[in-house]
């Protein structure tokens, strides 16, 4: 383990673009049927549906805590439906799972998706058993990453100081809270080559981190 880790206690993986490649073609499918699941639920065109889900992004960043507060939307069948997804893009990789594996401290998800479809990509990864807890967004009302809200309740949650956590991401922006709170931030799979203030880490994939981190003692 590389000694600027060795205060780290608790690692927080975000999961989607995080643990599998962004290069993948699966968010492109994902975002598509989010969006015409909801369009069907809420009765309007896809067009529509667009405008709609822009409003309710900038309104709550997601839109999952508008279709319920705003449009009364079933969540639970939306869930269900939605997040029904075809994962055959998503390769596992058994290099990840190795080093991830070896990773001393606790390993928890921590993700702005529901834990029907964190645990469903988790395992078809091959990695449901590396992980402890999974943190997610039905568990705060629908609150999300970069909301502080999210970062509070994982916290009180794990009983642990933010120094001791460290948090693996490909959202930029979704660091930010996390390092004003004392967090170790690393950024991963992210298409931007800007440096960050927040960012402490950043790698052009997990397995660049991976390799760095368990080639350097």
């Not at 309104?59 to 055959?88: C, H, T, W």
């Not at 190795?98 to 834990?115: D, W």
Request: hydrophobic share 40%; net charge negative.
């Amino acid at each position: 383990m590389m000694k600027r880790f060795e205060h780290i206690d608790v690692w927080l993986f975000d999961l989607d673009n995080t643990l599998y490649s962004h290069t993948s073609g699966f968010m492109d499918i994902f975002v598509e049927q989010l969006r015409r699941v909801a369009a069907n639920h809420l009765g309007v065109s896809i067009e529509e549906m667009q405008r709609v889900r822009e409003t309710l992004i900038s309104r709550y960043g997601v839109p999952f805590k508008g279709y319920r507060q705003d449009y009364n939307m079933d969540m639970d069948k939306y869930i269900e439906e939605a997040f029904d997804l075809d994962l055959s893009l998503l390769e596992p990789c058994p290099k990840t799972r190795e080093i991830i594996q070896k990773i001393p401290g606790k390993k928890v998800i921590f993700s702005n998706s529901p834990a029907l479809h964190v645990h469903r990509v988790l395992k078809h990864l091959g990695l449901d058993d590396l992980f402890e807890e999974v943190f997610d967004v039905t568990q705060v009302d629908f609150e999300v990453k970069p909301g502080q809200i999210f970062y509070d309740y994982v916290l009180e949650k794990l009983q642990v100081p933010a120094e001791k956590c460290a948090m693996v991401e490909d959202s930029a922006k979704n660091l930010e809270p996390a390092r004003a709170m004392g967090m170790t931030t690393i950024l991963v799979n992210h298409t931007e080559e800007k440096q960050h203030p927040h960012v402490q880490y950043q790698y052009d994939t997990l397995l660049d981190w991976l390799d760095d981190l368990s080639l350097k003692k």
